[in-house]
């Protein structure tokens, strides 16, 4: 197997710190996998890897990764999107639960870590697997990818850009790319 034209091996290997004995530095995985398109669910590159930062579980991202890929399943359906300040770092994630086709969200809960990246906290997974299971949900719909500032409109900030994650300024949310 290749990621970009590169021997897997290689690859992973050159994403190791050179005094890091633990294994790779994922952060830089992340980004050289940008770098390359290679880009997919960032924990996929965590569980292909064998192995979880600081020997942390994967059971519970594993399990949230999965309820979201069942697909459509009934109502009520979770939705689940990560917000961060730039493409690699999703510090604030959202999670919301809809009754039924064409309702407004009855629930809404989110978590949030100053360092760190919330894809990555099995604690975190492990609580919002509890808030799905708390309000019967039957589906689950998650991001592929972060999806635009943590900070809110109106909330944290006047205007139309955040001051503080300037990496968002003039970006669609949706897709990370340059608006002109």
Not at 106 to 122: A, C, H, I, Q, S
């Amino acid at each position: 197997m290749t990621v970009g034209g590169v021997p897997y091996k290689r690859f992973l290997m050159s994403a190791v710190a050179p005094n890091e004995t633990k294994g790779p530095d994922h952060s830089i995985l992340q980004f050289k996998m940008h770098q390359l398109g290679q880009v997919r669910h960032p924990l996929s590159a965590l569980v292909e890897l064998g192995s979880w930062s600081s020997g942390m579980s994967d059971k519970y991202p594993k399990r949230l990764r999965k309820k979201a890929k069942k697909g459509m399943r009934g109502w009520p359906i979770a939705t689940i999107a990560y917000y961060g300040p730039n493409l690699s770092k999703a510090t604030k994630v959202a999670v919301s639960i809809v009754p039924t086709e064409n309702a407004e969200p009855t629930e809404l809960r989110d978590w949030k870590l100053e360092n760190g990246d919330v894809r990555y906290e099995p604690a975190i997974a492990e609580e919002i697997l509890a808030f799905i299971d708390a309000h019967s949900a039957l589906s689950v719909v998650m991001t592929d990818g972060i999806i635009g500032c943590p900070h809110q409109e109106g909330i944290d900030y006047e205007g139309e850009w955040c001051p503080v994650c300037e990496f968002w300024h003039g970006r669609d949310r949706f897709t990370g790319q340059r608006l002109h």
